[in-house]
T-cell receptor
């Protein structure tokens, strides 16, 4: 069964450093998403991406965040200058955009900012 | 706006007990409704879904019925197992199809004891 994969599973970085979180969505999917979950809190939408551009972004997704689909298979989330409060689990998801809009999630990348 | 409210956890049950996790929603249109499950140390997995009023989603013995009149989508299972211990998230997407963010509830932790 096709699945969404994410790398790395755990990333530790120092405050102020740039990080890139990588995702490989399901191959025939057209819509891509990033969500995050701060420890013990609810899962929050960050951004959706379709046709090589951002479709929607949340208030969390400020200028320090960016997304890219560089090569037709990977989907990346970049945090330019990490803050302590960026520590969270980041989930990538993809969907084929049909009526059911079923989103398939990756296993997540745990980002720890020290 | 769109939002999801879930009953607070943790919910602690003995094996073979009946489970109900309440979920109500607020939405401006005709949302699709979902239950996701997160097992310890893992990502989000879709458990079941419903796209219109009176639809019943079911999977692995879990059921939920889309009730438009009460704006609810309560999760039920007749006989829980220890392996059902996880965090359960109720979620909605505001529209059908296309790019469409998931809006999650806070999650309900279920602990099932032998």
């Amino acid at each position: 069964e096709p699945e969404v994969t994410q790398t790395p599973s755990h990333q530790v970085t120092q405050m102020g450093q740039e990080v890139i979180l990588r995702c490989v969505p399901i191959s025939n999917h057209l819509y891509f998403y990033w969500y995050r979950q701060i420890l013990g809190q609810k899962v929050e939408f960050l951004v959706s991406f379709y046709n090589n551009e951002i479709s929607e972004k949340s208030e969390i997704f400020d200028d320090q965040f960016s997304v890219e689909r560089p090569d037709g298979s990977n989907f990346t989330l970049k945090i330019r200058s990490t803050k302590l409060e960026d520590s969270a689990m980041y989930f990538c998801a993809s969907s084929d955009g049909d009526r059911l809009n079923e989103q398939y999630f990756g296993p997540g990348t745990r980002l720890t900012v020290t | 706006g769109n939002s999801v409210t879930q009953m607070e956890g943790p919910v602690t049950l003995s094996e073979e007990a009946f489970l109900t996790i309440n979920c109500t929603y607020t939405a401006t249109g005709y949302p699709s409704l979902f239950w996701y499950v997160q097992y310890p140390g893992e990502g989000l997995q879709l458990l079941l879904k419903a796209t219109k009023a009176d639809d019943k989603g079911s999977n692995k013995g879990f059921e939920a019925t889309y009730r438009k009149e009460t704006t609810s989508f309560h999760l039920e299972k007749g006989s829980v197992q220890v392996s059902d211990s996880a965090v359960y998230f109720c979620a909605l997407t505001p529209f059908s199809g296309g790019y469409n963010k998931l809006i999650f509830g806070a999650g309900t932790r279920l602990a099932v004891h032998p």
